[in-house]
């Protein structure tokens, strides 16, 4: 499947291409990265790709909240048998 551009000459149809961020997605794009979404979260919400979500927020000093690593909780790792008892008897 093929379209005409204006000079009269085919160029093949991809897929959807959105352009131009309207005001209402900017917003919403500020609202849900205030909200703590991730940036592919909220690609798939605006229906746009994780990239322009992330070029678009840089390119408006939105910034994403970033989620530190925890390290595993001993009960997680099933080795409370494994540690000392580290209680004190009087």
Known sequence: MSQTNVLGLSKP???LKRG???LSELRQLRDLANQGLAPDL???ALRRSEFAIRNKAGMHGIAFQRRPKLPP???SLGVESLMPDLSLSL
């Open 73 to 75: 909780q001993p009960e």
């Open 20 to 22: 131009v961020w309207s």
């Open 42 to 44: 909220i690609a798939k």
């Open 13 to 15: 149809v991809r897929g």
